[in-house]
């Protein structure tokens, strides 16, 4: 009998204790948006963060894609729902989703207003930087409750960032250009996490700060600033029209550097993997110089 | 008279295919009909119901006054200029409502400020042409046209700028604002209304602007106040115009489409010509948006590029039949 009333107990205690604590994370002006229970039925509104959801160990919870969330494989039997821009607002609201995470520059104003007004609940998140990754990871496993899994993944992910700080933080900046797209040629400003990912290993971008974090960029102006080390991603297109130029610092040091695939393209954990490509590219570079 | 009858039919038909579409718009998605006494459970039917008043009659709504807008402002200014090839984008109307929706997009501003931004704009550029057009007294069809065109012009160079400038995460919105898009479309009612008043201010006049096509001096001397009729059009057009751009983003081509396809089916005649515009506007546009929702769903398309494609071959027919006949 007091075995029973002890069970009795703790599950009372249990209950109340779920009731009393709800699942919370900050919203982008830092509100607190808040569930009752971890979502269940959740649709991502961004490849990035269908990345981050299925990262978490929350995959079996998400009900509903975007075009373009193509990793991991899985996430390409789910329902699609269309661009990221605008996403088929109908099919969404048949899925019943309990959760909607959103790209704070990518779904269009329209859209969260309409979700809003649905009475759907949507987190939206930055994803613009770097150090926005662990944030959203965190956010995304306390909101699907695997917190245990979301803060492993995203402690693992600043660990690694904190090395590859104190691995480079004395080693001689390398001036590098990163190549987006050739025609026109579009490249990153600092502030583009792709720059940031660059400052990580010590690589000076020759763009600097622009207002636009992608901008369109001359020929005349990198050849003027001389880099290094010019990297792309795949496909890399037009990627041999730097040879053209055999005194450019980067052609002379055979630094046209081709990173690994997708890796780089979207803030999410993954982006550790291109980083470290990135480095040991830069690093080839000093290599080269003390020789 | 008797040429009444068959206008006036054509009129009621009109109306049917306007109303049918309409239905059309609110039965069909990328979401299963469900039809509610055959519903099998209340849930379905709900979700079916939060759908059809919350998604798709904001959205036909705003796609039929859009349209009907231009149509009306599109008859108007093709009267005012006697020029067939006007439409009413010509007047740079559509160019200051861009600059300033796209100045908001890129500026990262909230959807209302979008709004506004293209509302500020479409005043701001018709302000200035009637400023500019209006001189010492002469007040000519040709000044009205250059300047509105080369504003018109001026305006697309500020455009392509932005767009050149734009990140790529706003330039999506941009373009698909440019096409004419209505999934962002605020509050349709405010354009309802404003088609309904809009057309009740310009129907009284449709005799007089039959008049006016033949000509500025023979309708003075048919005793038409010339003067104060080309400016309360213009001043119509300019303002529905402006309502419709707000509503849906620059929708081309139906502003020049509409009103020549009203002439094709009902004649010159001004009192049948200008509904009938409306309603064809209207319905071209709900088409539209209904094939951009639906043709490759879930991706959306921007309205705007539908209504070419479905107008062009429309009226290539009709042009085709009235040749020959």
Known sequence: MLHRLVILFAILVGFTQVQAEPLCVKNLDGSPFCLSQPAQRIVSLAPHLTEMVFAVGAGAQLVGVVDHSDFPPAARTLPHLGSYHQPDMEKLLSLKPDLVLAWHSGASPAVLDTLHRLGLRVWVSRGEHIADIPLELRGIGILSGHSTQSTQAADDFERELHQLTQQYAHARPVRGFYQIWAQPLVTVSDGHFIAEAMRYCGIQNIVGTTSNLSPTWSEEAVLRARPELILTSPPARDFERWTRWPELPAVKNNALIILPPDVLMRPTPRMIEGIRAMCVAADQVRAQHSE | MTSLRPSAL??????????????????????????????????????????????????????????????????????????????????????????????????????????????????????????????????TRQRLLLTGVVLASALGAVITLLLALAPETSLRGMLFWLMGDLSGAPAPWLALIGLGVLTLLTLPWARDLNILTRGEASAASLGVAVRELRWGAYVLAAMATALAVITAGSIGFVGLLAPHLARLLVGADHRFALPSAILLGGSLVMLADLLARTLIAPQQLPAGALIALIGAPLFLALLYREGKA
């Open chain 2, 10 to 139: 054509w009129l009621a038909l009109l109306c049917i295919a306007s109303l049918l579409v309409l239905l059309a718009n609110l039965a069909l998605g990328s979401n299963d009909w469900v039809w509610p006494l055959f519903a099998t459970d209340d849930a379905a039917w709900l979700m079916q119901k939060t759908i059809i008043m919350e998604l798709r009659l904001p959205r036909v709504l705003a796609a039929f006054a859009a349209g009907g807008l231009l149509a009306l402002a599109g008859t108007l200014i093709q009267v005012l200029t006697r020029n067939p090839l006007a439409d009413p984008y010509i007047l740079g109307i559509s160019g200051g409502a861009a600059v300033g929706a796209l100045l908001a997009i890129l500026l990262g501003l909230p959807l209302l400020m979008q709004h506004l931004g293209a509302a500020s704009g479409a005043f701001a550029a018709l302000l200035l042409v009637i400023a500019l057009a209006r001189g010492e007294g002469a007040w």
